[in-house]
């Protein structure tokens, strides 16, 4: 079966077009390695870390790269959306918190702090809704 196609030769010239950008972007996107700096800058994330943590949120379908930019998915900004909104489950998931785990996690590799009550009370921070501190 074949259909007919109908074709149009254009014309050179100028055409107008009436572009409208609908929604401007609340914040600009990062590419990797941005994402990678910003991450060394509030000191969260090891070199060890940095390309499994970016893995991880590609495999989770929380972003995807185009033109070498990172760009959240739905369920990426979904997720964000839950995790931020409770401030119960907020506090466990801040910056702030990723860098206290980790410099109790330095602190535990040098002996400068005994692992069972870290633990203990990262325990009563989460089970027993405490102040979040650890």
Do not use: C, W
């Amino acid at each position: 079966l074949i259909l007919p196609i109908q074709t149009f030769s254009l014309s050179e010239g100028k055409a107008q077009l009436n572009l409208k950008l609908d929604k401007v972007p609340s914040q600009f996107l990062f590419t990797s390695g941005e994402i990678v700096s910003e991450m060394k800058k509030q000191g969260i994330g090891r070199p060890s870390t940095y390309a499994s943590t970016l893995e991880k949120l590609f495999e989770r379908g929380y972003i995807i790269e185009n033109s070498g930019f990172l760009i959240p998915t739905k369920l990426g900004k979904t997720t964000y959306e839950f995790l931020s909104s409770d401030a119960e489950v907020s506090k466990f998931v801040s910056v702030d918190f990723t860098r206290e785990i980790e410099e109790r996690m330095d602190n535990l590799e040098q002996g400068k702090e005994n692992f069972q009550e870290v633990l203990a009370n990262l325990y009563r921070s989460i089970f027993h809704r405490g102040n979040g501190r650890i």
